[in-house]
């Protein structure tokens, strides 16, 4: 048997895992996950790439946009996506005569709804915002001016909501749309953010919304309230049981800061949670509250989530953003349906079109396409078999697929924010990671014979082109060499490989040194 090395080479540890690092070594203790191929805990759980978010419906009929998207969904494995302002007049769907009789078309719609389609992707429909001729104010948000003010006619919003499903339906079938999910409105809760009606005022389109679909197809799904900050759920269900509203699936929102608000240019400054259970408690919370209700049943999904609600955070860009991500998924396991990460891109203009190439922005890809360290955790994420493998490691999944191959991806995850600062003084600079030690990855069960080991990672200054962009130092235009390097540098290629045999004893082993907030996936293929 040729056991797998123990210690990888030198020249491994320098040009991989240690490039740039600082010599301080802290807690120096070895970490040992212990899997064994045939200990089988079910089908993997993919809540993680379900559905992801895309700032507005506009921004999908760009060429660059539609491009990105076909990368995620190809690399990354999304399967539905959700997106504001599908309602908003730049997708010219609404309007009135002089009579006041309403006018629709669907053109852009069925544009943006066809591409979606035609890479392997589905609509989460969200129903919002309020077309500028049923508006019954002036009230916009964002540098697009989406409206959030209640529809002047219930009875006319109803019209345009089942119009739009019945077009749906004739264009697209109702089998194609019974698999969709229809979302009304967006974070109702924040008081003239998104919506200047109140509570019961949300639940009155509600209302209409529901109806109005339910009566194009009783099969079709249909759900909200949207909130941020995961509020409304009981009041939600509530409402809908108490009036025999329909609903078929609870939707909100978490984001993982604890100070700061909307903040579009990143001026005023948001901090990271420190607390474990920032995001996965309120997923967690959320599904108990579901289940201690009166519809026990509802799915839970989570259509956006990340980090930081600010388009200009840093921390979005930066290399600890791949273990953030994986640390909350594993925290919040099977709690939700799904957990929509927000966004796949920086094409992203709530607050205007951006000048510079990150800038903070929400997206695994920035405006370039180039891949961020959140855009690996997704397309290792997605690598991982259908079936998961018992493992009782904390920070790590193991997975195998039919053909016997094995995936193991582990992380650390390690608060580095110092006190007093916040994420927009802090994630703009460059940040060596600090050695936590080793991780010895003890393999037993496996069926004898010869496999290939490949190593995937993303970290400091691997598969980090946000700390190569401030080696340049922070130029506000790429240059197409600018561009060409970081695509190079950053394509997520396999840091290292070798071929190996295991005999009839079953047992492999790997040792890997891991610095802070690394993430490495090791693939090990049967030939």
């Known amino acids: 048997m040729k056991i797998l090395p123990i210690i990888l080479g030198s020249l491994f540890f320098s040009n991989v895992f240690a490039q740039g690092n600082n010599p301080e070594k802290v807690n120096q203790v070895k970490r040992v996950?212990?899997?064994?191929?045939?200990?089988?805990?079910?089908?993997?759980?993919?809540?993680f790439n379900f559905c992801v978010g895309a700032g507005r419906a506009n921004e999908g009929l760009r060429a660059d946009w539609q491009q990105q998207l076909a990368t995620v969904q190809k690399e990354c494995g999304f399967k539905y996506i959700r997106m504001h302002g599908l309602l908003t007049d730049d997708m010219a769907v609404y309007r009135e005569d002089r009579n006041g009789k309403p006018e629709y078309n669907y053109q852009y719609v069925d544009a943006l709804y066809n591409y979606i389609l035609s890479i392997g992707m589905k609509p989460f429909v969200e129903l919002g915002f309020m077309p500028g001729a049923l508006a019954s104010g002036n009230k916009t948000i964002f540098w697009w001016r989406g409206n959030v003010t209640p529809p002047k006619d219930y009875n006319k919003w109803e019209g345009l909501i089942r119009n739009l499903t019945q077009h749906f339906t004739e264009r697209y079938g109702i089998d194609e749309v019974k698999k969709w999910y229809f979302e009304v409105w967006n974070e109702p809760n924040l008081k003239d953010g998104f919506w200047t009606g109140s509570q019961d005022d949300y639940f009155k389109l509600y209302q209409y919304s529901a109806k109005a679909i339910k009566s194009v197809n009783?099969?079709?799904?249909?759900?909200?309230?949207?909130?941020?900050?995961?509020?409304?759920?009981?009041?939600?269900?509530?409402?809908?049981?108490?009036?025999?509203?329909?609903?078929?699936?609870?939707?909100?929102?978490?984001?993982?800061v604890k100070q700061g608000f909307l903040d579009e240019y990143g001026s005023t400054g948001t901090v990271l949670d420190k607390n474990k259970g920032s995001v996965s408690g309120d997923v967690r919370n959320s599904r108990k509250q579901i289940e201690n209700s009166t519809i026990p049943g509802l799915e839970l999904h989570y259509t956006e989530w990340s980090s930081s609600y600010t388009p200009s955070d840093p921390i979005h860009d930066s290399y600890h953003e791949a273990a953030y991500i994986l640390e909350k998924l594993k925290q919040t396991g099977s709690a939700a349906n799904s957990m929509s990460y927000w966004t796949f891109t920086d094409i992203f203009e709530e607050a205007g079109p951006r000048f510079t190439p990150f800038h903070g922005g929400f997206g695994l890809l920035n405006t370039q396409g180039i891949k961020k360290p959140a855009f690996f955790a997704y397309s290792f994420l997605n690598k991982l078999g259908e079936t998961e493998i018992t493992d009782q490691d904390s920070s790590s999944w193991a997975c195998k697929n039919k053909k016997g191959d094995v995936q193991v991806l582990l992380w650390d995850y390690t608060y580095t924010l110092p006190d007093s600062v916040n994420n927009q003084a802090y994630y703009v600079r460059d940040l060596p990671a600090k050695s936590k030690g080793e991780v010895e990855l003890v393999i037993s069960g496996m069926p004898s014979g010869k496999y290939r080991m490949e190593i995937y990672k993303t970290g400091y200054k691997v598969n980090d082109p946000y700390t190569t962009y401030l080696s340049f130092n922070k130029p506000d235009q790429l240059t197409k060499a600018h561009v060409d390097k970081l695509k190079k540098e950053n394509s997520g290629a396999a840091v290292w490989h070798e071929d190996i045999t295991v005999n009839a004893s079953g047992k492999a082993f790997k040792k890997l040194p891991v610095r802070e907030n690394d993430v490495a996936f090791i693939n090990i293929v049967k030939l």
């Open 218 to 256: 009783p099969a079709y799904k249909v759900g909200g309230p949207a909130t941020a900050g995961a509020a409304w759920v009981p009041d939600m269900i509530d409402f809908c049981s108490k009036n025999s509203v329909p609903i078929d699936f609870i939707s909100t929102h978490a984001y993982g």
């Open 33 to 47: 996950i212990n899997i064994d191929f045939k200990k089988e805990k079910g089908r993997f759980n993919r809540s």
